[in-house]
């Protein structure tokens, strides 16, 4: 079945530090792949996403590569604000079939 | 645009006591997603719709969950009777053919 695996959190790093949230995925298909972004008291948000193998997205400063060979879809920020405190969760939508799938959810904190 | 609205924010019931949630997806969404998310996990999808049909209800427990789709735009989720183990946020999404989910900002539902 279609499924994604995240690092385990929690993540807590001072401001302006680098960040890798770690993903890989398993699906049957063709995937479309999400990271999704929680703040405290909110509900998830898009955050970035990639639609085929190689695309990179990128939002707010946060970037992922879709890595077919790898299958993987790992989150990088070059330098991380407080303001970024919040829970990163990973996720999968195979074409034409929109299952969406979501992985544990890694929290992040950073410290100014 | 309004976004996926849902009610109430917030329940708290009895065990063994009936409980429901409304949601109204984003207007032309054709899927609409109910998760289940506990503290500290991702969400976990209970049943997805596309349009007025359940397409994927492997994962919804029937014995005393049940969901509804009329008219294919808003739903309702009930749980009766509802255990002490159902306390959790029950998350709403929808979606268009082959994007990302949208998400609401949830119902959080404490059983005492």
């Known amino acids: 079945g279609n499924s994604v695996t995240q690092m385990e959190g929690p993540v807590t790093l001072s401001e302006e530090a680098f960040l890798t949230i770690n993903c890989t995925y398993t699906a049957t298909g063709y995937p479309s792949l999400f990271w999704y972004v929680q703040y405290p008291g909110e509900g998830l948000q898009l955050l970035l996403k990639a639609t085929k193998a190689d695309d990179k997205g990128s939002n707010k400063g946060f970037e992922a590569t879709y890595r077919k060979e790898t299958t993987s879809f790992h989150l990088e920020k070059g330098s991380v604000q407080v303001s970024d405190s919040a829970v990163y969760f990973c996720a999968l939508s195979v074409y034409n079939n929109n299952d969406m799938r979501f992985g544990a959810g890694t929290r992040l904190t950073v410290k100014p | 645009e309004a976004g996926v609205v849902q009610s109430p924010r917030y329940k708290i019931i009895e065990k063994k006591q009936p409980v429901a949630f409304w949601c109204n997806p984003i207007s032309g969404h054709n899927t609409l997603y109910w998760y289940l998310q506990n503290l500290g996990q991702g969400p976990e999808l209970l049943i997805r719709y596309e349009n007025e049909e359940a397409v994927d209800d492997s994962q919804l427990p029937k014995d005393r969950f049940s969901a509804e789709r009329l008219k294919g735009v808003d739903s309702t989720l009930k749980i009766q009777p509802a255990e002490l183990g159902d306390s959790a946020v029950y998350l709403c999404?929808?979606?268009?053919?082959?994007?990302?989910?949208?998400f609401g900002q949830g119902t959080r539902l404490t059983v005492v």
């Open positions: 999404a929808s979606g268009g053919a082959d994007t990302e989910a949208f």
